[in-house]
């Protein structure tokens, strides 16, 4: 082991000295020689006692210093470590005993020597081939070692290169003696010793870079976590930025930053933030000249980010600031283009390290996100503005409630047709705050429960009337909107005087041949083909007579019915439609059957809701073809009474279906062509539900039948009772 000769990978010791033959001539060191494979043996075995369980680079360093000075008992021993062994650089790490001249003392700890291009230094090419020197101080003058003499005192040094596994240097070991050490064994058995010291020192390195790495990639996950959180909380693109610079210049340790908006089109920077430059920098939202755009315009059109880690070394740089050595940009992408480039300086050479870059790498990446983001939520403002813009500029009501009751929109028309103060935030605000018109609530309740929305006609405290319609949209809320149907509502009110007016003046001249026909019909005798005539003359003029009562009782609906209500029993009323039914039916043996549970009294209008069922199951008896059925039933849910009268007739096609409700309209099929009827039967039926506060619907297929449903409420609601 001590014979560098035998074993190449062992530490050689060399004496350095202006004369070289000294250490050849001494008898001391030649005389000590039989020694140095025991003091080795026990030198070696104190550092693996006292060393070898030690992890931490600071403390294992310390006991080093420690175990060599009390073994060897030189001045001090003094250790230079490199913590990144691939960037070259020896640093301070222990003493022992420490320098009691604090100048001294602070020397040593400022010291650091670069082991990169060592050609022209012979001593440090010496050390870096693995030879152990001594030597006087006086001999370090001129080498890289020079500052070490500050620290040495007048003192011999012995100095131990520590070589890693890979041959590169770890530390030096520097031993100050006030004996020259040519005298003694130390520099043998240091050289001996140093293959173990390096190792666990090595070791040690690589531990805390591990540990180091972990912590830089934990904190750095934390801060990235953050930066999450704080961005998703902005929208604003100039926050956006901002943060994005702070971030940058705090994790990398950056003097100085800025960040240039870039235009692909233009192949323009434009500056929009910077940090730590004092002089000549552009101000804010300057164009930058392209000739002053450097690096950062580089990489704009490059698209690649880029360390350059001696400024001085790229032709594109332009200086801002003298300081600067090392220098980062890196682009923003929004889709495939780069929209702006973050550049950081350093003051140190190399100053930004491959961790760095990563980091403003996954930080312009999230900013990129964030500036889609925020563009988004610019678009989306803009779109909801236009909308809303349309919304209070058009004439129709216009109130969105969300799924909490609280008003989500309400349109400038409806604030002025409810008579609400103008100029007062309604948004956000629960529904029964903004609206106080019960019927509009009323619909408003219905309409949630019910998927197919409804449509009614409503009268608004502007006094104008308005066709309502509510629906309900999942995710969303209730849409209600409202068409102000005043002036159709008066021409229909017109039309309708007219239309009565004309038919109650109708009544007195039918009367009248009504009359006469009675008497020619009893003073003549009239032959079986003029009877057959008369016979025809009076079915037209029962259906005459039926479209005047029709029209005259259609008028009074609409002019506004005055209803006699009344606590009375549906499954009477049911029973005597039933009834004043059964010999049209039998007429055609059709079989009329009702099924009804027990149904509670209801508030109503008994003759009026006598009429609505006459009407509906008279109705299915005359359009199902003989032999047919006819089913009335009910049931009761939530304070509604359900009554349906389903037959197995002709049925009602779905366009028909829109209309059949609507006043004079009639179903023109074959089936239908010689059946009598007015069509208004069912729009009264509806008038009269409606007054009612209920409502009436069908479900039916041409051909199959049809089911008339009517919903009652038990109770009727104040204004109406
Ligand atoms: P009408 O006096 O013609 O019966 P209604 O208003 O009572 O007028 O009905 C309108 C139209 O609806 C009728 O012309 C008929 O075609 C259709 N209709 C009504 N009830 C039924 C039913 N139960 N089955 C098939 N069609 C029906």
């Known amino acids: 082991m001590t014979n560098p000769d035998e074993n190449p990978g062992a530490m050689k010791y060399t004496h350095v000295s202006a004369d070289q033959n000294t250490s050849e001539a001494d008898p001391i060191l030649h005389g000590v020689d039989h020694n140095i494979p025991q003091e080795t043996f026990r030198l070696l075995q104190r550092l693996i006692r006292e060393t070898g369980i030690l992890r931490e680079t600071p403390a294992l360093l310390k006991r080093m210093v420690r175990v060599l000075q009390d073994h060897i008992g030189a001045q001090h021993v003094i250790v230079f470590y490199s913590p990144v062994p691939s960037e070259g650089v020896l640093e301070y790490g222990a003493c022992y005993p420490a320098i009691t001249d604090s100048s001294r003392q602070r020397v040593l700890e400022a010291l650091f020597f670069s082991t990169f291009r060592t050609d022209s230094d012979d001593l440090m090419k010496q050390l ?3 030879q152990v020197l001594h030597l006087h101080k006086r001999q370090l003058s001129g080498t890289r070692l020079e500052d070490f003499a500050l620290v040495a005192g007048d003192n011999y040094v012995i100095l131990v290169p520590l070589l890693g596994p890979e041959g590169r240097v770890v530390g030096i070991i520097s031993l100050l003696m006030a004996e020259d050490p040519a005298r003694t064994h130390w520099p043998e058995v240091l050289a001996s010793v140093s293959h173990y010291c390096a190792t666990t020192l090595h070791n040690a390195i690589h531990h805390n870079e591990v540990v180091d790495n972990l912590a830089t990639n934990v904190s750095e996950l934390n801060i990235l976590q953050q930066i999450d959180a ?16 702070d971030w940058a210049l705090r994790f990398t340790n950056a003097s100085a930053g800025g960040l240039a908006l870039y235009d692909h089109h233009t192949d323009t920077l434009t500056l929009m933030g910077q940090y730590g430059y004092h002089d000549g920098r552009a101000k804010p939202g300057v164009t930058i000249p392209h000739e002053n755009g450097g690096i950062t315009l580089r990489v704009a059109r490059s698209g690649m980010g880029e360390i350059v880690a001696d400024v001085q070394l790229d032709k594109d740089y332009i200086a801002f600031t003298s300081e600067t050595h090392t220098q980062m940009s890196m682009p923003i992408f929004r889709e495939q283009h780069v929209i702006a ?3 950081l300086e350093s003051r140190k050479v190399n100053g930004f390290k491959d961790m760095h870059f990563n980091f403003v790498d996954k930080l312009t990446r999230r900013a990129g996100v964030a500036v889609d983001n925020a563009r988004l939520f610019t678009e989306t403002n803009r779109e909801r503005q236009k909308l809303s813009h ?7 009501v216009v109130i969105v409630i969300g799924e909490d009751r609280r008003v989500l ?18 948004v ?21 429960q019910r998927p197919s929305g409804l449509r009614r006609e409503l009268e608004l405290p ?19 909107a409202m068409q102000d149907v005043t002036p159709y509502k008066e021409m229909d009110r017109l039309k309708n005087e007219l239309v009565a007016t004309v038919s109650h003046d109708l009544k007195q001249p039918l009367s009248v041949m009504r009359g006469y026909l009675d008497l020619l019909n009893m003073t003549n005798t009239f032959s079986e083909r003029s009877q057959r005539y008369m016979a025809q003359l009076n079915i037209a003029f029962q259906n005459m007579r039926q479209l005047i009562d029709d029209i005259l009782d259609m008028a009074r609906i609409e002019a506004g019915l005055s209803l006699n209500i009344e606590q009375m029993s549906l499954n009477k009323v049911l029973m005597q439609a039933v009834i004043s039914n059964r010999p049209s039916a039998e007429q055609k043996a059709i079989s009329l059957q009702s099924e009804l549970p027990e149904l509670p009294e209801i508030h109503a209008d008994e003759s009026r809701i006598r009429q609505v069922f006459s009407n509906l199951i008279n109705n299915a008896i005359k359009y199902t073809p003989p032999e047919g059925r006819v089913d009335v039933s009910a049931d009761i849910q939530d304070g509604t009474v359900s009554v349906y009268i389903k ?24 089936e239908t062509e010689n059946i009598d009827g007015t069509g208004l039967g069912l729009a009264i039926v509806r008038s009269l539900v409606e007054a009612h506060q209920g409502e009436i619907s069908v479900s039916s297929s041409l051909g199959r039948g049809s089911t008339f449903r009517v919903d009652l409420p038990l109770n009727l609601t104040e204004d109406r009772a």
């Open 390 to 396: 349309i919304l209070s500029n058009i004439g129709d």
């Open 341 to 343: 480039v973050l550049t």
């Open 128 to 130: 870096l081939s693995g």
């Open 230 to 245: 704080e961005l998703n909380a902005t929208i604003r693109l100039d926050t956006v930025f901002q943060m994005i610079m």
């Open 409 to 426: 929109l309400i349109n400038q028309s409806a604030v002025q047709a409810l008579h609400l103060p103008a100029n007062t935030q309604y």
């Open 647 to 670: 037959d197995n007739g002709l049925g009602i096609s779905a366009e028909d279906q829109a209309h059949i409700f609507e006043r004079f309209y009639r179903v023109r099929r074959p």
């Open 428 to 448: 956000g605000l629960p529904i029964e705050d903004v609206i106080h018109l019960r019927n509009l609530l009323l619909l408003y309740e219905t309409a949630r």
């Open 462 to 480: 502007n006094g104008r009337t308005y066709s309502a319609s509510l629906s309900h949209h999942e995710g969303v809320g209730t849409i209600i």
